[in-house]
C-alpha cells in the first residue's frame, strides 16, 4: 500500500482558501522537488494549486511571508501565472497557493535545445518577441522593488504560435535585497553568486535575463566557447572556472581565449553577425564588464530600446532561410552582400526607414500605431503592403488610417493618397504619417568581414 | 521608506540614469549635470557640485524608518539661488522621489523652498513610490495643473520631460521665428489637378 507523503492532499478533497473561496481538487498534474501541482476548480473556475511538500515548508521558512506578500501585491504583468490566493486543508499542516492555470498550448522553451525531433523552432522574429515580454515583465517586477532570483529556462514557456510567454515558479519571488531563499540554476547564475560571494537579487537577475535572451536567440550559452569545447569531462572546479571565477564570452571584441571554434559554432557566428550592432553591444556589455561590474549589466529598458527594432526589419534568404536583421549603419540600412549560411547572393526587398526603424516591404507587412508615434492604440494597423490588383510586378502600400497621407515620389512630384488607397513602393518616395515622415529606400549591401 | 519601496526607488533611479546620458550624448550642446539630495533620518547632499550624467553611477539607498522631506527642501532652497548657480543655464529640473509621507515639518520646507529664486522658473517633476503613495504632497511639490506624480515604473518618462526642458530653449533660439513652416512649403507644391497614373497611386 502507497503511504502518502506527509502533507500531501488527495483529488476531490474540498478546500477553502484564505479568502474565502470554495474550492475543490482535481487531478495531478505534475510533482516537483517541492510539492505537487493540481487542476483545480475554484468559485467555478479552473486554476492550478501549488501545494508544498511538508518538509519543505520547514526548510523554507520565508515562504509563507513570501507568498502573502506576493498574492497582497498582485502580479506584476499578466506573463506572471502569480499566486492569487492561499490554501489550507483541514488536519493538514502544509499549505499551498493557487495559481492561473497553464493552458497545454504552451512549452518551455528549454526545449529551444533539445535534440530534434522534440526541439521548439521558433522565428527569430518570435524569439525576439519572447525576449521583449521577458523584459518588460521583469522590469515590472523589478521597478516595484521586487527580484525573481531564479531566472532560468525552466521557468519560462512560450505559446509557439502566438509567442506570448508565461513566467512560472514565483514563489522565490522576494524584495529586492532581502535574503534570497536559493542560488539559482546552474549556468544560468550570475559570477558572483556561482562563486557565492552574493545571493540573488535585481542585479544578478538582469545577469540570469541576458543569459535567458542570448540562449532564447542563439540556442546556445553565451560563455560556452573554446575552452567548454576542449573539456572531455566537467567537473565543479572547472564548471566554476567557466561560469563562476574566470568566464570569457564567446564574442569578447578583447580575446579569442574562448572564442568559437570552427566547425563547431559556425552557425552561432553567422547568426551573431546577421544581428544589428547595437544588440551584439548589450550582449557584449552583458559578457565582458557586466560580467564582474553588476553596475554595468543591460537594464530591461535598455533591451527592450533595441528589441522593439528588430522584428520588422528581418529579411528571410530565399535560398537556405536563414534570418538576417537589416539595420542601420552608417546611417544606411544596411545588410551582408551575401547570405551568411549559404553564401548566395541576396535579393532584399525595399524597406520603410521610419527614424531609428527599418520596416522590410514584403508583401503582407503591417505598419502599425506603434511604428508610426501615432496615438492610436499600439496595435492598430495604419499600412499594409499589397501587390497591385492587375499589375503582378507593382507593390504598394495601402493606407488603412482615415487621414490622407502626402507622398513626394522619386520623380519629384508630390501627391496626395487618400484614405483607403495605396501608393506605389518604389525607392525614393518620402510618406508623411500624420507625425511621422517615412523613406522608402533600398538596402544598401556590404561584404560581411569575419 | 523601506524595503520593497526603497528597491523600487532604486530601480526607477537606476533606470532613468542611461536615458538621461543617452540625453545628454544627442545633445552635445547642452551640458547635462546632475546633483543628488537623499533624505531619510537627514538630509544631505550625496553629490553636492554638480556632475556630468555621464559619469554618475547610482548608488542604491537603504531603507530607513523616517522622512524628512521638509530638511531636504530646505536644504535644495538654498541652493536656488543665483549665486549658487551662477552663469547661464537652462531652467533646473528637479525631480523628488519619494513616498509621499513626510515625518518632519514639511510646511516650513515648502514655504523655504518655493521662496527661493529659481525654484519658479525650474521644472518640477515627482516620481511616486508604491502604490499607496501621496499624491497630494507630491502634487505641492510640482505645483502644475497638468503634471502628475510619475510611477516607479514609468520614470523613464522623466526623461521626456527632461528632454523637453533641455531642448526646447535651445531650439527655439536657433530657429527665426518667420522662417516658413517647412511642412506647410512642402503642401504647396502639391498639384491636386495633376493625374495620377493608376500605376503610382491606386
Ligand atoms: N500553473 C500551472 N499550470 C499547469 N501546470 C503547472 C503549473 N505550474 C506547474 N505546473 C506543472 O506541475 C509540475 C510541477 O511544477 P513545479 O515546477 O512547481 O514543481 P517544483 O517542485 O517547483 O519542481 P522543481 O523540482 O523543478 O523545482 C510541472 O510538470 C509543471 O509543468
Ligand atoms: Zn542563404
Known sequence: ?450 | MQGDRIASLNYAMRTALPELRNVAADNPEVDVRMSVLRFSSTAEWQIEAPEPVENIQWTDLKAEGETHMGDALRLLAARLTPEAMPGRQLPPVLVLASDGYPTDDFESGFDAFFAADLTNSAIRLAIAIGSDADNDILGRFIRHPDLKPLKANNATDLVKYIKWATTAPVKAASSPTNSPNPLQEFAQEIDEDQPVTSDIIW
Open chain 1, 1 to 450: 500500500m502507497k503511504v502518502p507523503a506527509a502533507g500531501a492532499v488527495m483529488s476531490g478533497q474540498s478546500f477553502a482558501t484564505l479568502s474565502g473561496r470554495q474550492g475543490r481538487i482535481g487531478e495531478l498534474l505534475g510533482a516537483g522537488g517541492q510539492g505537487e501541482v493540481y487542476h483545480v476548480v475554484v468559485d467555478g473556475l479552473p486554476f492550478a494549486l501549488k501545494w508544498y511538500h511538508q518538509h519543505y515548508t520547514e526548510i523554507d521558512t520565508g515562504l509563507r511571508l513570501r507568498l502573502e506578500r506576493g498574492v497582497r501585491r498582485g502580479a506584476p504583468t499578466t506573463d506572471f501565472l502569480w499566486p492569487l490566493d492561499l490554501v489550507e486543508v483541514p488536519g493538514n499542516s502544509s499549505f499551498g497557493y493557487i495559481m492561473p492555470l497553464r493552458k497545454s498550448d504552451f512549452r518551455g522553451i528549454r526545449d529551444l535545445i533539445s535534440p530534434p525531433p522534440h526541439r521548439l523552432e521558433l522565428t527569430l522574429a518570435s524569439r525576439i518577441i519572447l525576449c521583449q515580454q521577458l523584459a518588460h515583465s521583469f522590469f515590472e517586477l523589478h521597478a516595484a522593488g521586487f527580484c525573481y532570483q531564479d531566472i532560468n529556462f525552466g521557468n519560462i514557456f512560450v505559446n509557439p504560435d502566438t509567442a506570448r510567454i508565461l513566467i512560472c515558479d514565483n514563489d522565490n519571488v522576494n524584495i529586492d535585497g532581502a535574503d534570497a531563499s536559493i542560488y539559482g540554476t546552474r549556468k544560468f547564475m550570475a559570477p558572483e553568486v556561482v562563486r557565492r560571494e552574493s545571493l540573488p537579487n535585481s542585479r544578478t537577475d538582469l545577469f540570469s535575463m541576458a543569459v535567458l535572451f542570448f540562449y532564447s536567440i542563439f540556442g546556445w550559452h553565451p560563455l560556452d566557447g573554446r575552452r567548454e569545447n576542449d573539456i572531455s569531462v566537467l567537473n565543479p572546479e572547472l564548471e566554476m572556472s567557466l561560469y563562476g571565477t574566470n568566464p570569457i564570452f564567446l564574442f569578447d571584441p578583447d580575446t579569442d581565449e574562448n572564442g568559437p571554434v570552427d566547425g563547431v559554432h559556425d552557425w552561432i557566428v553567422a547568426r551573431w553577425q546577421s544581428l544589428p550592432h547595437t544588440l551584439r553591444q548589450l550582449f557584449i556589455r552583458s559578457f565582458t564588464v557586466g560580467l564582474h561590474d553588476p553596475s554595468l549589466r543591460v537594464l530591461e529598458t535598455e533591451w527592450m530600446n533595441i528589441l522593439n527594432l528588430i522584428p520588422g526589419s528581418i529579411h528571410i534568404c530565399h535560398d537556405c532561410s536563414f534570418e538576417h536583421v537589416i539595420s542601420i549603419e552608417l546611417k544606411k540600412p544596411t545588410a551582408p552582400s551575401e547570405c551568411l549560411c549559404c553564401g548566395e547572393a541576396p535579393e532584399y526587398s525595399p524597406i520603410l526607414l521610419l527614424g531609428s526603424r527599418i520596416i522590410v516591404l514584403n508583401i503582407g507587412q503591417e505598419i502599425r500605431a506603434e511604428h508610426l508615434d501615432s496615438a492610436d492604440d499600439a496595435t492598430t494597423i495604419m499600412a499594409k503592403v499589397e501587390s497591385h490588383p492587375t499589375r503582378a510586378n507593382l507593390i504598394g502600400l495601402r493606407n488603412l488610417t482615415n487621414a490622407p497621407w502626402r507622398v513626394s515620389l522619386p520623380e519629384g512630384t508630390s501627391h496626395i493618397v487618400p484614405s483607403g488607397q495605396a501608393v506605389r513602393i518604389a525607392p525614393g518616395t518620402t510618406i508623411e504619417f500624420g507625425k511621422s515622415i517615412g523613406t522608402i529606400s533600398d538596402v544598401n549591401m556590404l561584404e560581411p568581414t569575419s
